[in-house]
Structure formats: C-alpha cells, structure tokens
C-alpha cells in the first residue's frame, strides 16, 4: 500500500489505539490535524511532548499533575479532616468539576478484584491506612463507582477503617445503579456528596 | 480548578478539538496517555512533530503525504489513462484500502456548493481539466459521494469535459443513496468500480 511506514502511517496507527478512537476515527484525526497544521497539530505535539515530560502521580494521594505532591495535597485549606476515596483520577476530575467538595483525594487505582486476581497491595489501601493518622483525617467518604467491584472495596475498606473510630459516609443520592462517577453531571455529584450517609 | 493552565489541561482542551473527540472522551484518552507514557504518548507526540513537518499536498492531484508530488503520481506503471476524480483524502485512501483500482487520482478539495459559496475555483477543477490532456487521460471515473452536492459536482465536470471527447463513468452499484465512500466496506468499492456505468 501506498502509505506503508510513512510518518502519516504511523501516526494513524498510534491515534488508532485512544480509547474511544478506530481505524476510520483515526485516519479521519489525522486529516483533520495535517488540515489544521499550524493551530492544532503543532501545539498537540508540544503539549504532548510537554506531559510526557512532567506529568507524574502525586506521592501522597495518586492525583496526576506535574509536581511531586499534587496542589491538592499542598493546599492547606484542603485539610479539613474529610478524605475522599476515588477509583481513578478521572472520579477525582468528576469530584472537583462538581465543586462541592473542599477536602482531600485518595485515589485507589482501581477496585479489588477476585477475578483478576487484584488484592489490596495491588491498590493504595495500605497508603490510605496510614494517612488516616498522618492528616488528622476525622471523616472518609467512599465515592466509589455503584459496581460490584466497587462496592466490595468499599466494605473492605469500611471493614479496615472500623477499629479506628474513624467516621466513615459513601454517596448517596443521584448515583444510579450500575453507574460509573465520571459519565455523571456535575449536578448529581454535587447532590450525591450533600447527601451523604453514614455507615 | 486545580488543573488550569497545566500542560495536562492544554493537552486535554486541545484533543477535545479533534473529531470524534469530546471533553469527556479527551480526558480519558489523556488520562490513557498518561498511563502508556513509554509506549504510546512520547510515540505519539514524536509522531505527531514529524508529520507536523513533513506533511503536503501532492502538487499534482491533492493526496497527503510527505513528497512534493505522491508516489502514486510518480508511479509510471499507474499511468493507465484512467483517473479517479474524489471529493477528499480520505476517499482516495478508501479507494487504495480497496485495491482495484490500478490508475491515478484527483482530489478536488471539497464538492460545489451554491450555499456555502464554493465554486469551482476554490476546488481542484481547473487543475483537473489542465491534468486530462497533459497525462494522455482516456477515462475519467467520478467517484464522488452519493449526496446532493457531490452530484452537483459530477454533473458540472461531466459538462466541462463532454467536449474533449474523454470517456466518463461513475461509480455505480453498491453506492448507497446518501452515502459516503469513506464508510464503505472495501468489497462494496470494488464492486461499485468493477460496475462502473458508462455516462
Ligand atoms: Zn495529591
Ligand atoms: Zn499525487
């Protein structure tokens, strides 16, 4: 074929495996870019060359960001003793554009698992052990996704956090059944997170 | 919010400008870059910078690539005297996904359009004419989208070539009403060329 490992080649190939992207998604991308060279292209591949740069995984909650500790994590009006208990950076992302709420993350990385074989070292629960005591942290609402897997995390979370007499709350109202965090509106997060219950 | 300004910010605005792309579906396939950083992002951003500086139209017929004038036209053994007429690119490339078809292109950049002010000028047609006589041409195949406007166009080039005595086909079965070539299945295209009625 005519294209065969030229650059334009295999920058349809890389584009082709986004998420959310196919061979035709791709090919019609990279159409587009190569049309908008100077607008769009060009400031993509700096920007792309910038995060993979600086990007990094926050040390204390697993925020992604471009600094060691994350602005969260440093901001101290942001230690108000609530702690919020995500799956993944893109729940945190969910969180924060609801704006509602003015605590700190914890972002597991995940969900427990039996089935693939995914146990509590292999996400940041030993992590989020010790920072109960290291941040005062009198409150932790588990905004995990209403799946099987994430309410299994919870209780098993709930189950190690119980000895501590720590206060512990998940969200409540507005989280459908079977719904993931990041596909909901900013509007029901914030509702779900006001009307939280206690465990 | 946290991320304003950040590259990771930059990088998700600007990949939310790509088709197929919202700001939902961006902030995932960040998110995802983020994590392949090795083996998909620093690919893709190196990608992304070498087209960026080595992507052009082909001189003679509009195909991407990454020479002045394509490897299909500079290709003698497609010099059949048959040339393909497309709306875009991505119809070409359709075209070679297909196979069939063994000749030289033409890509006219976009159909007529009465309502959003085009006119031939700002296709590729004066070209067009100019590449019939010059590349001993005996056929020319309008392979253009079964829409209003890119019948419009067939019907305006048929007119301005009926006089040089060159033959002209359409593509024809398989092409469904409404369609677009670059969603068809590569048997259907080869099928509507192998079919190709004689106008
Ligand atoms: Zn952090
Ligand atoms: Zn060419």
Same mark, same amino acid.
């Given at each position: 074929m005519i294209r065969n490992s030229s650059p334009i080649d295999r920058l349809i190939d890389l584009m082709a495996r986004l998420p959310g992207l196919?061979?035709?998604?791709?090919?019609?991308?990279?159409?587009?870019?190569?049309?908008?060279?100077?607008?769009?292209?060009?400031?993509?591949?700096e920007a792309m060359t910038e995060v993979a740069q600086t990007a990094r995984e926050c040390l204390n909650c697993g925020n992604v960001g471009t600094s060691d500790i994350c602005p969260i994590c440093t901001n101290e009006a942001r230690a108000t003793g609530l702690?919020? =208990?995500? &799956?993944?950076?893109?729940? $945190?992302? !969910?969180?924060?554009? *609801?704006?509602?709420?003015k605590g700190r993350y914890h972002v597991l990385g995940g969900t427990l698992s039996a089935l693939d074989n995914v146990g509590p070292e292999d996400l940041r629960i030993p992590q989020l052990l010790r920072r109960i005591g290291a941040e005062n =942290?009198? &409150?932790?609402?588990?905004? $995990?996704? !209403?799946?099987?897997? *994430?309410?299994?995390?919870?209780?098993?979370?709930?189950?190690?956090?119980?000895?501590q007499g720590i206060a512990l709350s998940s969200l409540a109202q507005g989280v459908p059944i079977g719904g993931e965090l990041d596909y909901l509106d900013d509007g029901t997060i914030t509702a779900a997170l006001n009307a939280r219950k206690r465990l």
């Open positions: 196919g061979p035709r998604s791709a090919r019609r991308a990279v159409l587009h870019l190569i049309r908008k060279r100077a607008h769009l292209l060009t400031p993509l591949a702690l919020c =208990v995500v &799956e993944e950076v893109a729940d $945190l992302w !969910a969180m924060e554009r *609801g704006g509602a709420f =942290v009198t &409150e932790v609402i588990l905004a $995990l996704n !209403a799946t099987i897997d *994430g309410q299994t995390t919870a209780h098993y979370i709930a189950d190690q956090l119980e000895p």
